[in-house]
């Protein structure tokens, strides 16, 4: 695997980087500070074409940068992939502590297998992560989105990991407190790309924080806080693993 990176200022709001020949682009993800200084969030980070991730983020005076990564695959049985993409939810629902209708997309491979999958999202993204073996769920609450998966032929076969991640409720002043998470593949997978999901009744944005393969490229790893005041909650924190030739 090879994580290729760039970087910008804050205040441009957007960033794409592109995978060197001879390898595929599977996944990617985005790198914002949250959980080690000050942060804006990040309205998107998808596959804008076969080659190419990008993340958008709205300009903000935050002194800090803004990463995209991209998770492009070497192997020697070559990948045939495809970005499929959804603009219309598949269901809806409204988180109940804070009033927030929140619209579901469940993008879903037609051959093959899921390997990544992104979001370009008008409002804040809830939920963006591997669902099963040919599909991926993305969320989104105050604004619409296009939805995405990175669909591969069945040569490579993937499998998921998940874990389980406590966030604190908000003490009601000052900065909440970001939770890092890290997540690793079962012996001989490979780290392909990753995500974030929570239960539908709370107020966890893990999708405001990073979302990226670690420099390490073993790892996939997630920040994330829990906004509300109520009580501690659970979010869960995926790797979508590949089982190279």
């Not at 990040?42 to 990008?54: G, I, Y």
């Not at 239960?199 to 790893?221: D, K």
Request: net charge negative; with cysteine; proline share 6%.
């Amino acid at each position: 695997m090879i994580r290729v990176t760039s970087s910008v200022p804050w205040l441009t709001g957007q960033v794409s980087v592109s995978c060197p020949a001879g390898s595929t682009l599977v996944g990617g993800g985005v790198d914002n500070g949250y959980g080690t200084t000050t942060y804006a969030g990040v309205e998107s980070s998808f596959p804008s074409d076969a080659n190419t991730w990008k993340v958008i983020g709205p300009a903000s005076n935050v002194s800090q940068t803004l990463t995209v990564v991209a998770d492009c695959l070497q192997s020697a049985t070559p990948l045939t992939t495809q970005i499929v993409q959804l603009t219309t939810p598949t269901s809806t629902y409204t988180i109940p502590n804070a009033g927030v209708a929140v619209s579901v997309y469940d993008v879903r491979c037609s051959s093959g297998v899921v390997v990544g999958g992104g979001y370009d999202a008008g409002g804040y993204i809830v939920e963006s992560y591997p669902d099963g073996s040919n599909g991926w769920s993305s969320s989104s609450a105050r604004g619409g989105m296009t939805a995405y998966a990175i669909c591969a032929s069945a040569s490579i076969h993937v499998t998921t990991a998940q874990k389980s991640a406590i966030y604190p409720k908000y003490s009601g002043s000052g900065p909440d407190v970001p939770v890092e998470t890290w997540i690793s593949c079962p012996s001989g997978y490979t780290p392909l790309s990753g995500g974030f999901s929570q239960p539908q009744a709370s107020s966890i944005q893990v999708g405001w924080g990073s979302n990226e393969l670690t420099s390490s490229g073993q790892q996939w790893y997630v920040t994330g806080a829990n906004k509300s005041g109520v009580a501690d909650e659970v979010g869960y924190v995926y790797a979508l693993c590949g089982l190279l030739a």
